[in-house]
Structures are given as structure tokens and as C-alpha cells.
């Protein structure tokens, strides 16, 4: 009869780091799921301020308070575009790729030198 294999040892030290990729993930996913809420929010409210434009732009009587609302309504619809844009790229969704592109890049380079090294 054979002794079995030590890959139990193995797969127990792989829980721990399995547990820890799974918390990971479930924190991604719930920051993702966050994200696209506010982006959802941000959208329905932009739709809403522009309807409120439009329809301020096409009264015929532009007093002085209805120009300064339409003013009051770009300013918020500037910072809901900016708030959109922003939330599409965060340092988090790029850290990762960063990070791979350097390390890779940088491997690139020193084989490169070695190369070269040999070459010349």
C-alpha cells in the first residue's frame, strides 16, 4: 500500500489564502455594485436637471431668477458630468494594471540589457 501524497498539507495552506482571495473579491464586487449604484443615481439626476433646463430655456418669459437658474442647473449638471467621469476610472481599478504594466515593462528592459550584453 502507498503512503498518499502530501498535497493535503499543501491544499491546507492554500485555504487560508483562498479565503482571503474570496473576501477580496466579495469586497470588490460590493464596491463595484456601490459604484454602479452612484453612477445609476448620478444619470437619473442628470436626466432630471436637464428635463428642468429644457424647459426653463423654452419659457418665453426669461426673467433674471429663470436665467439664474439655468446658470444654478449647468454648474450642477458640470459637476454630475465630472462626477460620472470620475467614477469611471478610480486609482483601485487601475492599480492592478499599473502595477503589471511596470513589472512587466521592467522585465522587458532588463532582458533586453542582457541581450544586448550578449549580442555585443
Do not use: C
Not at 2 to 20: G, H, I, M
Not at 48 to 64: E, Y
Not at 73 to 81: G, K, P, Y
Amino acid at each position: 500500500m502507498k503512503p498518499p501524497k502530501q498535497s493535503q498539507p499543501s491544499a491546507e495552506n492554500q485555504e487560508p489564502d483562498f479565503e482571503q482571495e474570496l473576501e477580496e473579491v466579495e469586497r470588490s464586487l460590493l464596491s463595484l455594485k456601490e459604484r454602479y449604484d452612484r453612477v445609476q443615481r448620478d444619470r437619473q439626476q442628470q436626466a432630471q436637471w436637464q428635463q428642468h433646463r429644457d424647459r426653463l430655456k423654452h419659457n418665453k418669459f426669461q426673467t433674471p431668477a429663470i436665467k439664474a437658474e439655468l446658470r444654478q442647473i449647468q454648474r450642477q449638471l458640470e459637476m454630475l458630468e465630472v462626477n460620472l467621469e470620475s467614477q469611471l476610472f478610480s486609482w483601485r481599478s487601475l492599480k492592478k494594471p499599473f502595477w503589471q504594466v511596470v513589472r512587466f515593462g521592467g522585465m522587458g528592459v532588463i532582458i533586453g540589457w542582457i541581450l544586448k550584453s550578449y549580442a555585443g
